[in-house]
């Protein structure tokens, strides 16, 4: 860590691609490699230019992860930009005679900030295992939201406003459409890749042997030479992707490397992966995804992974969302209230299918749709939670998405956009540069974004989802490659938790902030979901020194359930 003063204003930078500027008492914190697409040429100069004179710069065609703070010592004021997708996060705390920025927490703590759990934001990183918007998990720290510019005035005043949003404009379909789509997406994927590696750095990429990745490897084996590929092999476990990737590799004629997936044997492992995201981590499966950036390391400069193809080309979700209307259009003849009646029965009731059938009868699908992506506890664990299930009251949701839009699939797509993809992106982002690597999506450059855009909704989802991309898959490999069933990552985690020590997690400070009778029922449950949360809140509570009350209080009968 380094760090400069300069105007009253403590400057924190890391990272490999971190740099700043004081110049006539312009201070410039900027972390990312940001480059203008059609180009390749770095975009931050043109930004940090525009951003010290006090002008918006244009962001529309800029592509890559990035944040950037500028302060303007005549004025006072601090300007803040993140990333139009924000994989790289940026963190700010005002303390009124000092303004920090950084693009990881840790860095604000380092520098003597006294963080505590704001019990506020809490619930929603219980439920979903990221926070949105412009709060934060740690108070008193705010974050910049993802193609947002924020403006923090001298006399604290706080301005945010988005500059970019996904550009939905859909063609009319014809015949021909299809092959014409798979023509435009071929075309901007090779200019994505060649973009990206265009001062000769080494590419490498995550290869899971499904449409996307499979894709992503064809056309860098083209315009890149010397790529290579990686997947990890689990332990106990079932080995779908490993074999899919190897096949696809060879069909290819491209190196595959296997990397071995060591199971944690305490919770070292666990720790060091929370502390370099520096948030809740949604899913086990990124202690695999840290083992193949830390095997890559050293070996290339960029890797591709194929996060953003579903939503962008794609968006299966709208289907369950279809099933779920198709459900309630069943319910229609009853009235509103005996099925808000109906729905109190059965929600007490201990089972997943009361639980399931209690949200049918109560949920609109707009709120069915919006929290797809909430953490699926068992129903004790989940009841011990505030109640959300009926109606709009989880207010850090973007639900503003599906009121600009016409197109219900247009702002799911949206709406997604702006809370899964980010948590995924960020965690790529997090543990590649942990490791002096650059992870990068092709499906979300400007090019692909601007051919998905425009793709008719009729050929989003047809038989399979991504037809598209599922035609363009067919012109590389046999048939079957785009056509396999989506057999997912089957981590092992419940093997994994196992063997880890849960029984004193009752006894640590973390455990005091979880809802009354949360751990309580995890433990009596097993229930695998609720105990990550738990375990994961108190790894982060530790790692960063975070203070936590004593007043706050755990159900007690929790502390004797083994």
């Known amino acids: 860590m380094q760090t400069e003063e300069a105007d009253g204003v403590l400057h924190l930078r890391c990272g490999r691609d971190a740099f700043s500027r004081v110049s006539d008492g312009v201070l410039v914190l900027a972390d990312g490699r940001p480059v203008i697409a059609g180009s390749g040429a770095s975009a931050m100069p043109a930004i940090v230019r525009e951003v010290a004179r006090g002008a918006m710069p244009d962001l529309s065609m800029v592509d890559g992860s990035f944040a950037l703070c500028c302060v303007r010592g005549d004025r006072g004021d601090a300007t803040l930009i993140r990333d139009r997708f924000g994989s790289r996060p940026l963190v700010w705390h005002d303390q009124g005679d000092c303004f920090f920025a950084a693009s990881e927490v840790s ?231 005996l099925r808000r009646a109906a729905a109190r029965q059965l929600d007490p009731l201990p089972w997943g299918r009361a639980a399931r059938l209690a949200r049918v009868l109560a949920a609109d699908p707009v709120t069915f749709a919006a929290t797809l992506d909430r953490i699926g506890y068992t129903v004790p664990v989940a009841r011990t939670l505030p109640a959300a299930t009926s109606s709009r009251d989880e207010p850090f949701l973007p639900f503003h998405h599906f009121d600009e839009f016409k197109s219900f699939d247009d702002a799911l797509q949206a709406y997604q956009a702006d809370t899964t993809l980010i948590a995924s992106l960020v965690r790529h982002d997090r543990l590649a540069q942990s490791h002096g690597l650059v992870a990068f999506s092709p499906f979300l450059s400007g090019a692909m974004i601007d051919v998905a855009c425009r793709v008719p909704r009729e050929l989003r989802y047809t038989e399979f989802s991504k037809p598209v991309l599922r035609a363009l898959c067919d012109r590389y490999f046999p048939p079957h490659v785009a056509r396999w069933p989506k057999m997912g990552f089957e981590v092992p985690w419940h093997a994994w938790l196992a063997r880890l020590d849960l029984s004193g997690l009752t006894r640590r400070a973390g455990a005091r902030l979880l809802p009354p009778g949360f751990l309580c029922e995890a433990l009596r449950a097993r229930d695998v979901e609720a105990l990550w949360s738990a375990l994961v809140l108190a790894l982060l509570v530790e790692s960063h020194g975070v203070h936590v009350s004593g007043e706050d209080s755990i159900d007690s009968s929790s502390a004797i359930v083994r």
Request: aromatic share 6%; glycine share 8%; charged share 25%.
């Open 107 to 337: 860095m604000l703590i380092a520098a003597g900030i006294t963080a505590s759990v704001d019990p506020t934001v809490l619930p929603e990183a219980l439920r979903y295992r990221w926070v949105l918007g412009a709060s934060h998990l740690l108070s008193p720290f705010h974050q910049v939201p993802a193609a947002h510019l924020t403006r923090v005035a001298p006399d604290g005043i706080v301005e945010t406003r988005r500059y970019w949003s996904i550009p939905f404009v859909p063609e009319q379909n014809s015949p021909g459409a299809l092959d014409r789509f798979v023509d435009h997406t071929h075309d901007a994927m090779r200019r994505a890749v060649l973009e990206l590696a265009s001062h000769g750095e080494r590419v490498a990429i995550l290869l899971s042997g499904g449409v996307d990745s499979s894709i992503i490897a064809a056309v860098a084996q083209e315009v890149v030479p010397g790529c290579k590929a990686y997947v990890g092999r689990l332990p106990d476990g079932l080995n779908n992707e490993m074999e899919r990737a190897t096949q696809v590799a060879a069909h290819l004629g491209m190196e595959c490397r296997i990397v071995d997936v060591v199971a944690p044997d305490g919770e070292e492992a666990v720790r060091r992966m929370v502390e370099r995201l520096g948030e809740l981590p949604r899913h086990p499966n990124n202690l695999v995804l840290e083992q193949l950036y830390a095997r890559i390391g050293g070996d290339a400069d960029i890797v591709l992974h194929g996060d953003g193809a579903e939503m962008m080309f794609g968006l299966a979700d709208a289907r369950v969302v279809e099933s779920f209307r198709r459900k309630q259009r069943y319910l229609r003849r009853v009235p509103w209230l």
